[in-house]
């Protein structure tokens, strides 16, 4: 049998304390350590994105959203933004979106300034909204893919204004311009693989150089001045002239009407005049008298007051009014006159 000595029995108590401490730090280092490992392992994709996933730093899959899972450690994900549209400007830069938009007061004439097909100087602006199509394309097919993207749009802008006058450019050409560069922007981004898809490119804002604007406005001004004169021109000649024309057929109608009335009174009289001589060729006597009586009946009534005498007659009754009688036939004969 052993004794043991004071200094055994120390290291002893001391070696079992050191064991009850070092269990709690085991467990420690594992639940960290399976915390470690789930982070790596498991990772969510928000209803908007796609995951790239990477082993060893090649591209092995695409993840779509929800809860996904990866080999920890030696592979890693890229999250990218498939439905959010994204946008580029040329010409300004926005600080803070809003009601009341503030924009940045750094001069970017750099991008804005071009030359004109009749050799102007305008100065564009832009936005070019685009989503992305294809993210294993955007991610690794072109390097720096933002700056290149934005090489690209200046040098179609620059090639599109510079087919161009500058009177297209600034009035006129706007949106055909605007679908011109964005047809070419993206046969450009599929020629080079961006995986990117143009939504929308709009021209900002489009002017002549601040040296320039004044007479370039007053330029503007001559110019609405012609227009509205030519306007007003044009709508007194679509006032005047379809009047006068109408006036004119009525007045040509009218005379045909008359001429028609004419030579159809002509040709009836005519007829009639026909009709009467072959009555009267027939019948002289009886024709004759026909044709007196006739006009008695037409005269008669327009003589007014009358007087009938037998040519046999010796005398007249006294009574008889023939003043008034004169002075009855004396007006109808005026009157006839007239």
Same mark, same amino acid.
């Given at each position: #049998?052993?004794?043991?000595?004071?200094?055994?029995?120390?290291?002893?108590?001391?070696?079992?304390?050191?064991?009850?401490?070092?269990?709690?730090?085991?467990?420690?280092? *594992?639940?960290?350590?399976? @915390?470690?490992?789930?982070?790596?392992?498991?990772? $969510?994709?928000?209803? +908007?994105?796609?995951?790239?996933? @990477?082993?060893?730093?090649?591209?092995?899959?695409?993840?779509?959203?929800?809860?996904?899972?990866?080999?920890?450690?030696?592979?890693?994900?890229?999250?990218?933004?498939?439905?959010?549209?994204?946008?580029?400007?040329?010409?300004? $830069?926005?600080?803070?979106?809003?009601?009341?938009?503030?924009?940045?007061?750094?001069?970017?004439?750099? +991008?804005?300034?071009?030359?004109?097909?009749? *050799?102007?100087?305008?100065?564009?602006?832009?936005?070019?909204?685009? $989503?992305? =199509?294809?993210?294993?394309?955007?991610?690794?097919?072109?390097?720096?893919?933002?700056?290149?993207?934005?090489?690209?749009?200046?040098?179609?802008?620059?090639?599109?204004?510079?087919?161009?006058?500058?009177?297209?450019?600034?009035?006129?050409?706007?949106?055909?311009?605007?679908?011109?560069?964005?047809?070419?922007?993206?046969?450009?981004?599929?020629?080079?693989?961006?995986?990117?898809?143009?939504?929308?490119?709009?021209?900002?804002?489009?002017?002549?150089?601040?040296?320039?604007?004044?007479?370039?406005?007053?330029?503007?001004? =001559?110019?609405?001045?012609?227009?509205?004169?030519?306007?007003?021109?044009?709508?007194?000649?679509?006032?005047?002239?379809?009047?006068? /024309?109408?006036?004119?057929?009525?007045?040509?109608?009218?005379?045909?009407?008359?001429?028609?009335?004419?030579?159809?009174?002509?040709?009836? +009289?005519?007829?009639?005049?026909?009709? *009467?001589?072959?009555?009267?060729?027939?019948?002289?006597?009886?024709?004759?008298?026909? #044709?007196?009586?006739?006009? #008695?009946?037409?005269?008669?009534?327009?003589?007014?007051?009358?007087?009938? *005498?037998?040519?046999?007659?010796?005398?007249? #009754?006294?009574?008889?009014?023939? /003043?008034?009688?004169?002075?009855?036939?004396?007006?109808?004969?005026?009157? /006839?006159?007239?």
């Amino acid at each position: #049998m052993d004794i043991k000595g004071p200094d055994q029995i120390f290291d002893m108590e001391s070696l079992k304390k050191f064991q009850i401490k070092k269990k709690p730090l085991k467990w420690l280092l *594992l639940v960290v350590v399976a @915390l470690i490992v789930a982070f790596s392992t498991f990772y $969510r994709i928000e209803p +908007e994105q796609v995951g790239i996933i @990477l082993r060893f730093g090649k591209y092995t899959r695409t993840t779509d959203p929800g809860l996904n899972i990866k080999m920890p450690f030696i592979e890693s994900v890229t999250k990218v933004r498939v439905q959010r549209q994204l946008k580029e400007e040329f010409g300004f $830069r926005t600080e803070e979106p809003g009601i009341r938009t503030r924009y940045s007061q750094i001069n970017f004439e750099g +991008e804005s300034s071009m030359l004109s097909g009749d *050799l102007n100087v305008a100065m564009v602006e832009w936005i070019v909204q685009y $989503r992305i =199509a294809d993210p294993y394309k955007y991610l690794f097919k072109v390097r720096s893919l933002t700056d290149t993207f934005r090489d690209m749009n200046e040098a179609v802008m620059r090639t599109v204004v510079g087919d161009r006058t500058i009177t297209e450019v600034l009035t006129v050409g706007r949106e055909e311009i605007e679908t011109t560069v964005q047809v070419q922007l993206q046969e450009l981004c599929d020629l080079y693989d961006t995986g990117i898809t143009i939504d929308q490119l709009v021209l900002q804002d489009v002017n002549p150089p601040d040296l320039v604007k004044p007479s370039w406005d007053e330029v503007n001004q =001559a110019q609405q001045q012609k227009d509205r004169l030519i306007n007003e021109a044009d709508a007194e000649y679509n006032q005047v002239i379809p009047r006068a /024309e109408g006036e004119a057929k009525q007045t040509i109608l009218q005379a045909e009407g008359y001429a028609a009335d004419r030579v159809n009174s002509a040709r009836g +009289e005519a007829a009639r005049f026909r009709e *009467l001589y072959e009555e009267y060729r027939r019948a002289p006597q009886v024709t004759r008298q026909r #044709m007196y009586l006739e006009t #008695m009946q037409k005269i008669l009534p327009k003589m007014g007051g009358k007087l009938y *005498l037998d040519k046999d007659a010796k005398g007249v #009754m006294p009574l008889l009014p023939m /003043e008034s009688l004169q002075g009855i036939a004396g007006a109808a004969g005026r009157r /006839e006159g007239q």
